[in-house]
């Protein structure tokens, strides 16, 4: 027994981080998401700075964050999370208000809040990227012609196989309703109503059978990867990396897509507030800003970044332009997720969603 | 019991289809352990047996994954493997790090609910001890209640107390786990146990203590062991308690088996799996070796 | 006749007094071996869960940001029509917790009940700040919902800090604007038919086990103990195998490109695309934890078969028995202390379980326990979770006290 003691101590010593080296937690998304912000964010910020960055992954950082302020245990300095949701946050009081104007200008001298693009900055959120949730298929399951419009994903007949469906309501509901032939700009006004939820979930019960649910999103490439679903609702990013950087047979099928900002967040009650703001500072700023859409096909919020996106760092050669969401070509069919709406309704709808999906 | 000679053809045919079901239903227990082992050294990143495999061709299995396990996490994987690569790997490797979090975690978990269990279960095999069932009910109960509703009231608990992403709160829990294991091994151990060895030490002129000490603690130890064994075991397979009230210091194999299987479930979950049985492999024959010491040094025939 | 002459130690105690002592010493003794790690189980274990359980019926998130309109629903009688007082409490509360930022807070503890109602609360806070009297008329011109009578009930009701209503919505119930319990809109019912998915499947489950157990379990009793401790082997190992490892292991197997799918594609008897699905529904469900607690049943039936005597079986036979009578009418009886043990394990670890589901489940395979995570970790409504949660081990404890009458804690065997 003693000598397990030893050997216990022994290990308990060697496991013990070194004393006092200053470090901040950054949650992220997990996967390819996270290793951009890795590549573009962490490593230059502990290079410069010193401190070092640990990444921790949620599928949707933005409950852990809730969760954590509301049992006041916070572990996470700084934290990426969806605009809508950073709304709701803000508008609860678990993130601190940041003020845009701290940020650090263009390298021409534009004022920060004058180098983001309208509409991307809130109280509580410096956005780092745009990302589209659109839908991700194999090209090798259609040979007789690839699905072309987001009806077809809703079509088993004339598409069979599975689908794969976030498991929540945001986007999947918009998705449903303009499949069902509803265009773009009316979707929320009609999400609004009784009739238009349940339209929504109506065109959703047409493929529940054939759906396979994901809540990460890593989920989706594997799956396809796997052959479990042939189609599915997917983050661009995720495609565009395994479809480029990994070979994958994987294309995305940009109609009916809906895309969002989202950005950093600092937690109320953070352990490091002082370090986390230096490291949002630092990150979107604009040279991290268009490094990061080299890692992954997510566009950056700076107008300053936009030039300076050049090749994905991942093969050297694939211009990253044509696979951001907001590349013309993509938004010919396209549906900016409405914050508004989603700041408000997110808990009434999802509960919904989960009935339908606990329902048999 | 083979079968007697008169029995009829019917028989002897049900007779081998028994066997048959058996064996199938054993396989049944055992092919999905030993299944991943061979898919862990799959040159492929696919779960299946490629032809290469098939055709035992050694340029269809590889290490890779086992590789896999040292770099992720690391800052340069791909740098040169000197020795600055391994203090690289020794500090950074997020397999290695869940792998010294659940020993830490594993073995002083272990050591609290063996020495706690053990006092209790001396405690509760005494003829004189009053609310037994009781108390051993409450006792035995972490086995029985739902880990997600321990998971859920610890959560609140320590996040009032503080307790929440440390490696104590974490250490605790898993001793409340693993003391039904360490109590029901170590009062099996005691029930066979011949009261008039303790009555012949104290006639002999021994202290409780020395008796303790020397006739008690020897003849339970192995039962005392195994109880430790399971224990350990309960701790280092949890993952909902680490899940809930665990911060990112604390993750332990399970936990990042837990991601690994739910985001890119890689080849490489395959070789910590591995790992895992082959560890597995090595606890039970030494929980089989103590059992049978027990009953020798006991003198209970095995049965 | 002489006085009967009571018995003494030798320091004149009465015997009897000192035999109670000594017994009230030992008791003491052995009391004091339990009482550390009652303490401690006490601590980590009981207390925790008991304040996890009081969250059930408690949630102060209304009352905590809405004083005014609290103080106001505890001065006036339920079914009261709300007056100017009432009007001017709701808009300066809402107006503080717009302020405060918790006015969401209180939106989703009113959603709760009235699902469709935290837009309204935080819609009108963003507007709050430019109230003024006439206060009804301010909050009506943000959102006419303010009106709505079945609102003002289920306000009254949130502003309770104790109240019922959580296990009524872990039920399946709600209350309508007077208060009456009442059903919840079919396509918000969930939980009834959850706990009665769980129930079947952990019965299903338990079938399973004891059917597969019950062949094994008689082969090990029944075998020569060299070669049944060597197949023993078989059945503990997977007990000692971590059950992410395990769960894992059904993935690579049961998946659409898995090894039996492919498997099967490969020698012809299945079509590329009409690969099985085997996991993520209730079948994986199924499969992987029938295999996980397979060895609960065996190895309690084991303890029980092996002790019969073979003898009495074949005494059954040479009185004329067929085998099927001999071992219906006298060695299954028998067994029957054995499969009950083992039923009753399985079936209460099966009803609580939670990482094989959430991992191979997908969405037709969650049982209770995943629910009650979700609201942990998701949604965050936690006095529903806990509702759920003290339902479930109010169940998961009948069953336990089942067992201990039935078969007693004591006999519960490990390897």
Redesign the interface.
């Known amino acids: 027994m003693k000598r397990l003691l030893i050997l216990s101590t022994a290990l308990g010593a060697l496991a013990l981080p070194a004393v006092a080296q200053p470090q901040i937690t950054v949650m992220g998304w997990g996967g390819a998401y996270t290793n951009s912000q890795v590549q573009a964010y962490h490593k230059p910020f502990t290079a410069r700075t010193g401190v070092s960055v640990i990444s921790v992954d949620a599928d949707n950082p933005a409950t852990p964050i809730k969760a954590q302020v509301e049992a006041g245990n916070v572990s996470v300095d700084v934290a990426s999370v969806e605009i809508a949701d950073a709304v709701r946050l803000c508008d609860e009081g678990l993130v601190i208000p940041i003020d845009a104007s701290t940020l650090p200008p263009a390298p021409d001298g534009t004022p920060a809040p004058q180098d983001f693009i309208e509409g991307t900055l809130s109280d509580c959120m410096i956005p780092t990227d745009v990302f589209a949730t659109a839908i991700a298929y194999d090209t090798t399951k259609f040979p007789n012609g690839a699905p072309a419009t987001i009806a077809d994903f809703f079509d088993t007949a004339k598409f069979p196989g599975k689908r794969g469906i976030k498991k929540g309501a945001k986007t999947t509901l918009e998705m449903a309703l303009m499949a069902d032939g509803v265009p773009a700009s009316e979707v929320y006004a009609l999400l609004e109503t009784r009739e238009g939820q349940d339209r929504a979930f109506a065109k959703l019960d047409t493929i529940k059978a054939d759906a396979v649910f994901w809540e990460a999103g890593a989920q989706p490439p594997q799956l396809l990867a796997d052959g479990e679903v042939v189609m599915t609702m997917a983050w661009n990013g995720r495609i565009f990396n395994a479809a480029v950087a990994e070979g994958k047979p994987f294309a995305i099928m940009w109609d009916g897509q809906v895309f969002e900002w989202e950005g950093w967040v600092i937690p109320k009650g953070a352990p490091n507030p002082e370090a986390a703001m230096e490291f949002v500072k630092f990150s979107t700023s604009t040279e991290p800003l268009s490094d990061a859409a080299e890692w992954i096909s997510y566009g950056p919020p700076r107008k300053s970044s936009a030039p300076l996106v050049g090749t994905f760092k991942g093969d050297g050669k694939t211009e990253m332009a044509p696979h951001l969401p907001t590349s013309p070509e993509n938004l010919t069919n396209a549906l900016p997720s409405s914050l508004d709406f989603w700041a408000d309704r997110d808990t009434e709808l999802n509960e919904r969603f989960n009935a339908w999906l606990a329902a048999n | 019991m083979a079968l007697p000679a008169h029995a009829s053809p019917l028989e002897r045919l049900w007779r081998r289809v028994f066997h048959l079901l058996c064996a199938l239903i054993l396989l049944f227990l055992i092919a999905p352990i030993l299944i991943v082992i061979p898919l862990s050294f799959n040159a492929e990143p696919f779960f299946t047996f490629t032809e290469k495999m098939l055709a035992l061709d050694p340029t269809g299995y590889s290490l890779r994954w086992y590789d896999l396990l040292m770099t992720f996490g690391m800052f340069a994987p791909d740098a040169p493997r000197d020795a600055a690569w391994w203090a690289d790997m020794w500090a950074n490797s997020t397999w290695l790090r869940a792998a010294k979090n659940s020993i830490i975690i594993g073995v002083f978990s272990t050591l609290l609910a063996t020495f706690l269990g053990t006092l209790a279960a001396l405690g509760l095999s005494r003829p004189e001890m009053p609310f037994r069932r009781a108390v051993m009910a409450i006792l035995i109960s972490p086995m029985i209640v739902p880990i997600i509703i321990v998971a859920t009231g610890l959560f609140f608990f320590y996040s009032a107390t503080g307790l929440a992403g440390s490696y104590l709160g974490v250490i605790l829990a898993h001793a409340t786990l693993g003391i039904p294991f360490v109590i029901i091994t170590v009062t099996a151990t005691l029930v066979g146990f011949d009261k008039s060895l303790t009555r012949a030490a104290a006639s002999l002129g021994a202290s409780p203590a020395t008796t303790f000490f020397k006739v008690t603690l020897p003849l339970i130890l192995p039962g005392v062991v195994s109880g430790a064994l399971f224990a350990f075991v309960t701790s280092f397979d949890e993952v909902v308690v680490v899940l809930f009230v665990a911060a990112h210091d604390q993750q332990t194999i399970p936990r990042q088996m837990w991601n690994g299987i739910r985001e890119q479930i890689s080849p490489a979950i395959l070789a910590v799996a591995t790992i895992l049985v082959v560890i597995s492999v090595a606890l039970l024959a030494t929980v089989e070796i103590l059992r049978r010491r027990s009953e020798q040094l006991r003198g209970v025939t095995p049965g | 006749m002489a006085e009967p002459q009571t018995l003494t130690t030798p320091d004149g105690v009465p015997l009897k007094r000192a035999l109670a002592r000594a ?1 009230a010493r ?2 003491r ?10 303490l ?2 006490i601590v ?10 009081h ?1 059930s019926v408690y949630n102060d998130s209304f009352a905590a940001n809405m004083p005014r309109l609290t103080a106001w629903f505890a001065t006036t009688e339920p079914d009261t029509p709300p007056d100017d007082a009432a009007w001017e409490a709701l808009a300066l509360d809402l107006r503080a917790a717009a302020e ?6 209180v939106g ?1 503890r009113v ?1 709760y009940d009235l ?2 109602t ?2 309204l609360f ?2 009108t ?1 963003r507007k709050a700040r430019s109230f003024q009297a006439p206060w009804r008329e301010a909050l009506l011109a943000a959102d006419a919902d303010w009106a709505d009578p079945m609102l003002w009930s289920t306000m009254r009701q949130a502003a309770r800090s104790y109240s019922p209503n959580f296990f009524l919505a872990a039920l399946d119930l709600t209350r309508d604007a007077r208060g009456a319990i009442v059903a919840v809109p079919q ?4 939980y009834v ?2 706990f009665q ?1 769980t129930f079947t499947l952990a019965a299903l489950i338990t079938v399973l086990c004891v059917l ?1 157990g019950f ?2 379990a008689h ?1 090990l009793a ?2 020569p ?1 060299r070669w049944s401790n060597l ?1 023993m ?6 007990f ?14 049961l ?5 039996i799918n ?1 498997s099967l594609v490969a020698t012809g008897l299945l079509a590329d ?1 009409g ?1 099985l ?1 085997l996991i ?1 529904n209730q079948t994986g469900t199924i499969i992987a934890m029938t ?1 996980v607690l ?2 609960f049943t065996i190895l309690p039936l084991y303890s029980v078969m ?2 019969i005597p ?1 003898s009495y079986v074949r005494a059954a036979r040479s009185l004329g028995a067929t ?1 099927w009578t001999a071992f219906r009418r006298v060695y299954l009886p028998q067994t029957l202390p054995g499969i009950g043990a083992g039923a009753l394990l399985v079936f ?2 099966a ?5 094989t589901p959430a ?1 191979v489940g ?3 395979g ?1 049982l209770i ?1 995943n ?4 609201h ?5 409504n ?1 006095s529903l ?2 509702a759920l ?1 003290a339902i ?2 109010g169940l ?1 404890l009948i069953l ?1 006290w089942l067992y ?1 009458r039935l078969v007693g ?2 006999n ?4």
Not at chain 3, 351 to 355: H, K, L, R, T
Not at chain 3, 371 to 374: C, E, M, Q, T
Not at chain 3, 376 to 380: F, G, K, N, Q
């Open positions: 017994q030992a008791r003794r052995a009391f004091l071996l339990v009482a550390p790690l009652l401690f189980v980590t274990f009981l207390v925790p869960i008991g304040q996890m359980l969250r405060a930022r918790t006015v969401g807070v989703t959603n699902p469709g935290r837009s935080t819609a806070g396509d918000r019912q969930v038919a959850l998915r597969l062949p094994v082969l029944t075998l103990l197949l082997i078989l059945v503990l190992l997977p000692w195998t971590s059950l992410l490892v395990r769960t894992t292991s059904w993935i690579v197997l998946q659409g490109q898995g090894v492919n695309d690969r699905s993520y295999h397979l060895p092996r002790p073979p085998s209460i670890l009803v609580g379980y939670y990482i991992l997908g969405a037709s969650q326990s629910l009650i995570a979700f942990m970790t998701d949604s965050l936690w979770a806990a949660a479930l081990l998961v336990y201990d804690i004591d519960l065997k490990l390897g």
